[in-house]
């Protein structure tokens, strides 16, 4: 510390006066101050930060903390707010049926959708990635579903797709299969939402598609030289290569894919049925805190969700040290 | 060359200045909503179709010119979401001045202090002329008026008489039971060539059937400290009966119900699976849902011996104020005004029931629909039978809080016996265990 403030002062410190006309060394003097003040900032540039101090304290850090506290008390949305300790919590894990079958709901979710998504956006990101005519197109259209993919309409679409007398069955009709209401089942519903989520793979597509085109061309060229077919060529360069980049897709796609709300609420009209088969944990969440009155054990729900996806976070970055190969 | 102005000062100053009206008008804009809580005008909510969406605006406007030191802001929406978005902005400080309320939670609201008690009105500026005491009651929460009803609400059964005489099948007789409602949904089956199932699954729905059959056996869904009112014999006959209703396919199964959740036009009878239903939303929200001819029966009766009458006349929805708010006076003039007013009433028509006094219904009746007409005999054949039955049980208490997730419990237990996930023994035991921790919490 000492030595760091000591040569700060050094550095600080005027040069010695040489013996120069005044003149000029006014305008000196001028130029120095212009430059520390330069170096300084001056105030105005916390005036173009404040929109987003004033958003981070006051929409992420203030609420989040405030929603810590309350995950402690019985809040209700209506009366204030009483300590009850750890008693969510323990009820979230000991006491709550409903919980569990979130979080199974979740996993299953997650664990299904993630991996599909990633493996059809880097087919497809493959696929647009050499000469094509109409390519711009192509990638244009793939990449609609994402942009398309938290809206409400689209889930509303999904549900008369997936209706029992939706496009999907009709389109089952013509091979003669004869359908079923895919959203109406316990057995399959999760899947449509499933379904939704893979439909929108845009937008880990063109982050694909940027780590693709930067793949070395001559690295291919050596070994179509010595002999390597596609597969191979794919597999061993275009996978390892890649690897930073589907780190950072997967990553993305299993935060995303935790939070899901909107298609579940909007497909099971709010209910998370039938029987709780597309209760994902955000729309449990949503539904204790917002109709059930328990804001205090919906904040709970939201910190260990949290935690889960921390952990999860931090377990990819622990096992990526084995998977990923950056260029070093 | 030092005083020119380099581009890089040009920009900074243009900086400064968007900065500074980008401030301005953010520290504009939050003034102006922190007034709009306090400020002129009363802000009133309520859900419903868009027919009763246009029907309030114009009782409203008529309201407005006769009163105009009161401003009304409406803010009307569907079911979806209302009360979820009346919680946040009741925590917020900002909720509406005046609330249409729902009966199933006004209970709930009252506990909580959210509701103004009314009774200090009543005969000044509230006039309920008209109104009795047992369609009061809906709104009555610890014996203080928290909301004034609209309408009378009795649970029936609506059926598609197009659909009925086209499979060649007479209406069901108004005194049937529920014995006879399975042989009356099995012959639509077998009418239709098995093509439309009888009734909709009745199993899972609280408000509108359970509800009557355990009254029938002198059970309420809720005691009155908040617990459940009934036992578990009478809910595993209930839940045994429509597993029987389903396999002889007098009722459909789990995906049709399932698809109708929450979604009326889904409903077995709009989509043409069924010619009964127990869902009372058909005809009751502005016109009807379907292009049919309805007819409405009361809820079957219990053929066993010492069944009792299980109907009971409710309050349709109820307009409340809230307590915070420093306009109670001025709602009370708006409830006032919806409860008597000529214009307002006929304005209203049967949008939020079946009007509730008898001057009230007698300026609604020459301009009924058919179907409304229909709706409306219905509902007064009921409420008489009530009004003359010696055995029938007063009217339940308003649902303690947790009824909500209840009745979703109770939809979702059903559904999963209808799926095959659970055998009736099984979700009765679970049903029992979850309700009592809800009801607990």
């Known amino acids: 510390m000492s030595v760091t403030t000591e040569t700060l002062h050094k550095a600080g410190e005027e040069p010695p006066a040489a013996a120069a006309p005044a003149g000029r060394e006014r305008d000196r003097e001028r130029e120095r101050k212009r430059a520390a003040r330069r170096r300084a900032g001056g105030w ?24 810590l506290y309350l995950s ?10 009483q300590w009850t300790g750890a008693d969510n919590y323990t009820r979230m894990f000991t006491e709550d049926p409903n919980f569990w079958q979130s979080v199974r709901v979740t996993l299953v979710y997650v664990g299904v959708s993630v991996p599909l998504k990633l493996a059809l956006a880097l087919g497809v990101a493959m696929l647009l990635n050499r000469p094509l005519r109409g390519l711009g197109f192509y990638r244009a259209a793939f990449y609609l579903p994402s942009l398309l993919g938290g809206a409400v309409a689209v889930a509303i679409m999904w549900r008369q797709i997936f209706g029992e007398d939706g496009l999907f069955n009709a389109v089952l009709g013509w091979f003669g299969i004869e359908g079923q209401d895919w959203i109406s089942s316990p057995d399959t519903s999760i899947y449509t939402l499933i379904l939704l989520a893979v439909w929108q793979f845009g937008t880990p597509m063109v982050i694909f598609l940027a780590g693709l085109k930067q793949l070395p061309k001559d690295v291919y060229e050596a070994a179509a030289i010595d002999g390597a077919g596609p597969f191979t060529r794919f597999r061993r360069i275009t996978l390892p290569l890649l690897t930073p980049i589907v780190f950072f897709n997967v990553i993305l796609q299993i935060i995303g894919s935790f939070q899901t709300f909107t298609p579940a609420y909007v497909v099971s009209n709010g209910s998370g049925g039938p029987i709780g088969s597309t209760m994902l944990y955000s729309l449990y969440l949503y539904k ?21 996806i921390a952990l999860f976070t931090a377990v990819n970055f622990i096992a990526s040290r084995y998977w990923v190969h950056y260029d070093d | ?67 105009a030191d009161i401003k009304i802001k409406p803010r009307y929406s569907g079911y979806d979401g209302y009360f979820d978005k009346f919680n946040t902005q009741v925590s917020g400080g900002s909720a509406p001045d005046l609330v249409q309320m729902d009966t199933a939670l006004v209970a709930a609201y009252a506990k909580k202090g959210v509701l103004a008690p009314l009774d200090e009105y009543v005969g000044k500026s509230l006039d309920l002329t008209g109104f009795s005491k047992s369609l009061l009651a809906a709104g009555t929460v610890d014996g203080k008026l928290y909301g004034v009803p609209s309408g009378i609400g009795v649970n029936i059964v609506t059926i598609n008489v197009t659909g009925l005489k086209e499979l060649g099948l007479t209406e069901p007789d108004k005194e049937w039971t529920w014995e006879e409602l399975k042989s009356y949904a099995a012959k639509i089956y077998k009418a239709s060539g098995g093509k439309i199932f009888g ?24 005691t009155a400290d908040g617990k459940l009112g009934y036992t578990r014999e009478t809910l595993e006959e209930w839940w045994t009966y429509w597993a029987e209703m389903r396999k002889i396919n007098a009722s459909a199964g789990g995906a049709v119900t399932s698809s109708a959740h929450n979604d009326l036009t889904k409903n077995a009878v709009v989509i043409g699976k069924a010619m009964i239903t127990f869902d009372s939303g058909l005809n009751n929200s502005g016109g009807s849902i379907t292009g049919a001819t309805l007819d409405f029966v009361p809820t079957p009766q219990g053929g066993w011996s ?106 979702q237990s059903n559904l999963a016996i209808a799926f095959g996930k659970k055998s009736v023994k099984a979700a009765l035991s679970e049903y029992f265990d979850q309700a009592e921790s809800i009801l607990s919490a």
């Open chain 1, 44 to 67: 105005w540039p916390f005036l173009f930060l404040a929109p987003w101090f004033i958003g981070v304290f006051g929409l992420v850090i203030g609420p989040m903390l405030d929603s």
């Open chain 1, 72 to 81: 402690f008390t019985n809040f209700d949305l209506l009366t204030p707010a």
């Open chain 1, 288 to 308: 204790k805190g917002f109709a059930d009155f328990q804001m205090g054990y919906a904040s709970a729900l939201a910190w260990v969700l949290f935690l889960v």
């Open chain 2, 1 to 67: 060359m030092g005083h020119t102005i380099s581009r890089r000062n040009l920009l900074r100053s243009a900086g400064v200045v968007a900065a500074a009206t980008t401030f301005g008008s953010v520290l504009t804009a939050c003034s102006g909503t922190g007034a709009g809580t306090t400020g002129g005008d009363l802000t009133m909510a309520w859900w419903g179709s868009d027919e009763r969406h246009t029907a309030y605006q114009k009782a409203l406007k008529a309201f407005t010119a006769k009163n």
């Open chain 2, 199 to 222: 009734v909709d699954d009745g199993g899972g729905s609280t408000n509108q059937a359970f509800d009557i059959f355990a009254r029938e056996k002198g059970q309420n869904l809720y």
């Open chain 2, 306 to 411: 010492g069944a009792r009458e299980g109907n009971y006349v409710n309050g349709g929805v109820l307009l409340s104020a809230t307590k915070r708010s420093s306009r109670v006076a001025d709602s009370v003039k708006i409830m006032s005004y919806f409860a008597q007013d000529e214009g307002a009433i006929k304005d209203m028509a049967l949008l939020r029931g079946i009007p509730p006094t008898d001057k009230a219904r007698a300026l609604v009746a020459p301009e009924m629909t058919p179907n409304d007409k229909r709706a409306s005999d219905a509902a007064a054949y009921v409420s008489d039978r009530v009004a003359k039955a010696t055995d029938a049980l007063p009217a339940p208490v308003a649902p303690p809080e947790g009824a909500n997730q209840i009745t979703e419990l109770l939809f």
